[in-house]
Nanobody
Framework: QVQLVESGGGLVQAGGSLRLSCAAS????????MGWYRQAPGKQRELVAA???????NYADSVKVRFTISRDNAKNTVYLQMNSLKPEDTAVYYC????????????????WGQGTQVTVSS
């Protein structure tokens, strides 16, 4: 079993900052790409940022410059530093990871965290 546990959401004023964390645990052989998605009420879930095992990153245009994704491979953890937050960033943020499991890592599965609420007030 593999679990992704997120933390760090909350309520912040516009212009403020938050840092999200997501720790993966369980029978993990290796973690490939990790990322953050978000879903606002009445909208589809969208990719916010992603990072490969080698550290290459990709961001949604709406968060470039303001958000930074990083990972600590030793801790199986991915972070999302969010600066200059805007009310339109309000959403439930979900961690996602592509993880190889099993004794030889031959099984590759996609996992989701339970989500953490981020609310930005104007």
């Amino acid at each position: 079993q593999v679990q992704l546990v997120e933390s760090g959401g909350g309520l912040v004023q516009a212009g403020g900052s938050l840092r999200l964390s997501c720790a993966a645990s369980g029978s993990i052989f290796s973690i490939n790409a990790m990322g953050w998605y978000r879903q606002a009420p009445g909208k589809q879930r969208e990719l916010v940022a992603a990072i490969t095992s080698g550290g290459s990153t990709n961001y949604a245009d709406s968060v470039k410059v303001r958000f930074t994704i990083s990972r600590d491979n030793a801790k199986n953890t991915v972070y999302l530093q969010m600066n200059s937050l805007k009310p339109e960033d309000t959403a439930v943020y979900y961690c996602n990871a592509d993880i190889s499991v099993g004794n030889w890592g031959l099984i590759r599965r996609n996992y989701w965290g339970q989500g953490t609420q981020v609310t930005v007030s104007s």
